[in-house]
Nanobody, 123 residues
Framework: QVQLVESGGGSVQAGGSLRLSCAAS????????MGWFRQAPGKEREFVAG????????YYADSVKGRFTISRDYAKNTVCLQMNSLRPEDTAVYYC????????????????WGQGTQVTVSS
């Protein structure tokens, strides 16, 4: 069982930055592909960014390419999402998740989820 705990959410004005962190409890953290998803009120949960088990490849939703960066630290068992040039449409609850796949953009392939952290971007 992998426990994931997100932190770093908050409120920011448009154009600002936030850095989300996700701490994993499992020593086999490197065995999992990791992803960030988000869910806005009244909308389905959507893929934001993913990183492979080795950290060698990253994937992004078109809406965040060039603004968000995902990374992972094996020594600390963490995965981070650096969010720059934030927009009001980025407002959502952000979730960290782990998959046994190399990496995935599909929510159904993620087996462990964090509790989520709120990000609010005002115009």
């Amino acid at each position: 069982q992998v426990q994931l705990v997100e932190s770093g959410g908050g409120s920011v004005q448009a154009g600002g930055s936030l850095r989300l962190s996700c701490a994993a409890s499992e020593r086999t953290f490197s065995s999992y592909g990791m992803g960030w998803f988000r869910q806005a009120p009244g909308k389905e949960r959507e893929f934001v960014a993913g990183i492979t088990r080795s950290g060698s490849s990253t994937y992004y939703a078109d809406s965040v390419k060039g603004r968000f960066t995902i990374s992972r630290d094996y020594a600390k068992n963490t995965v981070c999402l650096q969010m720059n040039s934030l927009r009001p449409e980025d407002t959502a609850v952000y979730y960290c998740a782990a998959t046994r796949q190399l990496v995935s953009t599909t929510t159904a392939e993620y087996v462990y989820w964090g509790q989520g952290t709120q990000v609010t971007v005002s115009s």
